[in-house]
């Protein structure tokens, strides 16, 4: 028989000293509670993706890059990232050579671009010019030179 008294929330059986519990009673609970449990753990609006995780845990990812000369190098992440910025290693963000300036870092999205750098997907692309255009040059992938990536999620 069934409980005399049930719990507030799930409505599980609450045996008082009266009751006779009965082994369906237990498989009833038992079951009642599996649902619950499920449907908690199957919420995608109450619980994080392994991707939305992965965002909160690491939200960004570092590297050290060395420079190998050519132009358009491309750089494979894991993921898809919101936003980079690349520098070179003790250098000024930029200088100025007498005719041109010589870029030595760079930021973008998957929309914008301050030069230098994008990004396609997953693939980071960096620009090595060998001249200037416009009086730019920029040198995000000076052969042996190292460099830094900073990768937001």
């Known amino acids: 028989m069934p ?3 049930k719990t507030t929330h799930l409505n599980l059986n609450k045996w008082v000293a009266s009751d006779i519990p009965k082994r369906a009673d237990f498989v009833s609970d ?3 509670i599996d649902n619950a449990f499920y449907e908690h753990i199957s919420d995608s609006t109450a619980h994080l993706t392994a991707a939305e995780k992965a965002k909160v845990d690491q939200p960004f990812y570092i590297s050290q890059i060395l420079g190998s000369g050519v132009n ?3 750089i494979n992440l894991e993921f898809e990232p919101r936003m ?3 520098y070179k290693t003790n250098s000024p963000f930029a200088k100025y050579n ?9 930021s973008a999205t998957a929309t914008a671009t301050s030069g230098g750098v994008s990004i396609s997907g997953r693939t980071i692309i960096l620009r090595q010019d060998s001249s200037a255009a416009d009086g ?3 040198c995000l992938n000076e052969n042996n030179a190292r460099y830094v990536l900073i990768a937001f999620r």
Not at 98 to 106: E, M
């Open 3 to 5: 409980s005399t008294n």
């Open 30 to 32: 038992n079951q009642i």
């Open 72 to 74: 358009n190098a491309t």
């Open 84 to 86: 980079v910025f690349m």
């Open 98 to 106: 007498g005719t041109s300036t010589d870029v030595y870092s760079a």
């Open 136 to 138: 730019v040059k920029y």
